[in-house]
Structures are given as C-alpha cells and as structure tokens.
C-alpha cells in the first residue's frame, strides 16, 4: 500500500484534523508499522462516541499498517474521581467490561494491544512527567484540565494538575508515533507539541452530539474556523455516559435504540447539530450507501450515497425526519449487532458495569 493510500485511511471520517498531515506523511515514509495509539479514562457504559467511532478508526489504522494500543488509563480515572474514585473497581473494569466493549466491536487482542497504564509505569515515565510540567506554565496547565471535563474555575483536587503531563508523558513511554483522541483532547496534544519533547502526529476525531444535545446547538458556531470555538460547541452537545437519555450504548437492544431515536432531536431541514445527520455521516455512510424505506405516497423508497447527498435533501425538505429517524435506527442496529451478541454470550461483564450505582 502506497503512502498516500495510508494517509487517506487515516483522514476518512469521523477525523476532523490532523496535526500535521506533513509530520503524517514522514511517520509513513520513516515506519513501516507507526505505533498508534488512545486512551481512555475508565468510567461508565460506552457509547456510539467512545465505542464505536473509536473503533472505526481503529479499523483505518489497521489498514493503514499500523500497530494500535487502546491504553486503559486507570491513574487518570482515579485523579478524575470516576467510578467513586475507587481504583480497584476502577482497574476491574478497565480488564473486564471496558476491555471487552472493544472486543466486542472486533477489535480482539490478536488485532490491538490493550495496556493498563499503571502496569507499564516506571521511574523514567514519572520523570517524564515532571520534565513535561516543569517546561508548562501553571496557566497554560490549568486550561489543559478541561480535556477531563472540568472547566479551569471547578473545584478540582491539587492531583488535577498532573493530569495533562501525564497523558502527554503517555505518548512518550508508549514511543507512539500517531496520537489518537477526539477534539476534545486537542489541547494536550499541543502542548506536548510545544514543549518540543516528542514528535508525532495528532489525529483527533469529530465529537458526536447527543439525542438531545442538539437543541443548544449555535449552527452558526459549528461553521466558524475558530478551532477553539468548534470545539467548545462539540463539547456543549456532545454524547455523554452521565446523561443515559442523550447516549445510544453500544450493547443496547434494537427496542432501546429505535426508542431512543424516536424522541431524538431531528428538526425538518436543519442539518447543522442534528444528531440523526451526524450518525449517518459519520458512522453509517462512511462505508456504505443508506436505505430510505418509506411508503411511495411519500415518495418510496430512497438510497443515499453519501453525506453530501443527504444533507442536501433534507434541508431542502425531501426527506422527512421520521423516515431518516426509522433509517438510521435500523441501520445502527445492525451495526451493533455483534457488540449486542457478545455481551449477551458474557453478561458477566455488562454485569460489573450495572452493578455500579456511579457510572460518571
């Protein structure tokens, strides 16, 4: 596969900015098999945004002939206070249910290598980190602290701090050539970049909106070329674990997710910030073409090529939002069918998950 095939793999949907497509381009032309890499904190059900765009791009990756890690970030789940701020729990569920949320999407360990962060480190990695913080002005650290989901003002324990050097300090112990997180995480990235320890690439990833988040939505601010205030919009709707009524997760049965795609937020013609657009651009049409089943009164059926297409349709009233509502439902089901299958195979997993009474 040639350079450019590989760099093509890595900006397909649903990435939204690499940084830089030239560093890209030398990582493929210095490595054979880059090391890639995402962490996550260890927290509550996985979702569409975590799981699945997650996992399609791994897939990329893969074909891309890269060597992936998704690294289970316990330490940083412990700072964050997630799951009670209990590490053993917090470390359980990184092995079990989170671990086999991917597997379950395919990404089986003969495919990716899953590390628990404080299984690999060591005395080199935590003067990494303190290395990183030092060349880091506490203001610049303090606005990093929002890649936790805290704002900068938020009454955050003093271990806060630490939090952006150590996941920069991440991609440095596990020698990753492409860092992978959604927009969100842009922030770390850059600093890493600035301090100049490490070079690498930044691949961040859209920030899927949830079921209702997108009636806050500015359209008008989705469209800036402001980095900061795109990303800040994402970040208003985007879908979320502690709001179960805005997250479809990845193991939901068909009944769930036709249920909760019912009452989803899909207003006539506006494309901007609707959540039912977003899903079959950036999870559904990436891949494939799209069905409209609909009764020919309506119009009949309709088969859609590509997100350009559908965007244009709707907003010029062509297609009614219940039938892209009915479609997309259909079609993440089946998308999802194989996480489904799996965890009714190991419910002990979705069990460990369940039982906890704080999924934040």
Not at 309 to 335: C, F, M, Q, T, W
């Amino acid at each position: 596969m040639d350079i450019e095939k590989k760099i093509e793999l890595v900006k397909r949907k649903p990435t939204e900015e690499i940084v830089t497509e030239n560093d890209l381009r030398e990582i493929f032309e210095n490595y054979a098999h880059p090391q890639h890499y995402i962490g996550f904190e260890i927290s509550g059900l996985v979702h569409l945004g975590s799981g699945l765009c997650t996992t399609l791009k791994i897939r990329d990756m893969l074909e891309a002939k890269c060597k992936s890690i998704i690294w289970l970030a316990d330490y940083h789940a412990w700072i964050n206070g997630k799951l009670g701020g209990d590490l053993d729990q917090i470390q359980k569920i990184a092995k079990g249910y989170f671990k086999h949320a991917f597997v379950s999407l395919g990404l089986e360990e003969d495919k990716v290598e899953y590390k628990l962060s404080s299984e690999v480190y060591d005395n080199e990695y935590w003067k990494e980190v303190l290395a990183i913080a030092k060349d880091t002005t506490l203001k610049r650290m303090l606005r990093c602290v929002t890649i936790m989901g805290r704002k900068e003002n938020e009454g955050l324990s003093s271990s806060s701090i630490f939090y952006p050097a150590m996941q920069a300090a991440d991609i440095i112990k596990l020698n990753v050539q492409i860092a992978h997180a959604g927009m969100d995480q842009r922030k770390v990235h850059m600093l890493l970049r600035d301090v100049g320890h490490y070079k690498f690439a930044a691949l961040h990833t859209h920030l899927l909106p949830g079921l209702v988040g997108g009636e806050r939505m500015n359209p008008e601010g989705m469209q800036t070329g402001d980095v900061d205030n795109r990303i800040d919009q994402q970040i208003e709707v985007k879908m979320s674990k502690s709001k179960p009524d805005s997250a479809i997760f990845i193991h939901d049965s068909e009944e769930q997710i036709q249920s909760k795609i019912k009452k989803a937020y899909c207003p006539e013609k506006i494309t901007e910030g609707n959540p039912m657009i977003e899903y079959a651009e950036y999870l559904i049409l990436r891949d494939k073409g799209m069905k409209i089943e609909r009764p020919e009164k309506f119009g009949g059926d309709l088969e859609i090529v590509d997100a350009e297409e559908l965007r244009k349709i709707y907003s010029e009233g062509k297609l009614h939002p219940v039938d892209l509502k009915n479609a997309v439902s259909r079609e993440l089901s089946e998308i999802l069918k194989p996480s489904r299958d799996y965890f009714e195979k190991h419910k002990e997993y979705l069990e460990q998950i369940k039982t906890l009474s704080i999924t934040r």
